[in-house]
């Protein structure tokens, strides 16, 4: 029901920054809450930043004060504003949805490589 579509990712220098931005077909307020994932090579997804409909965040401790999650209810549009960034952020970054335990919802993807 749910789509996701990500965009904003591409090649940046270390300490320069990004802002990715996630496309919802449906409703983002209904979610219970949406975050941003990361997987990089050889490495399990994993939370990167978590919103909460009632909007709590939270941040993986490797990208709190760095990076900043977002949404625009209006517009159906999540973000994640990237600065400092690191070769270690080097991953595909994914837009997710959830909403109580029968609904989960992933985007495609979008890549952030980090030079160094």
């Known amino acids: 029901q749910v789509q996701l579509v990500e965009s904003g990712g591409g090649l940046v220098q270390a300490g320069g920054s990004l802002r990715l931005s996630c496309a919802a077909s449906g409703s983002i307020f209904s979610a219970n809450y949406m975050a941003w994932y990361r997987q990089a090579p050889g490495k399990q997804r994993e939370l990167v930043a978590q919103?909460?409909?009632?909007?709590?965040?939270h941040y993986a401790g490797s990208v709190k004060g760095r990076f900043t999650i977002s949404r625009d209810n209006t517009n159906n549009m999540l973000y994640l504003q990237m600065n400092s960034l690191k070769p270690e952020d080097t991953a595909i970054y994914y837009c997710n949805y959830h909403r109580l335990t029968m609904y989960d919802y992933w985007g495609q993807g979008t890549q952030v490589t980090v030079s160094s």
């Open positions: 919103l909460t409909s009632g909007g709590s965040t």
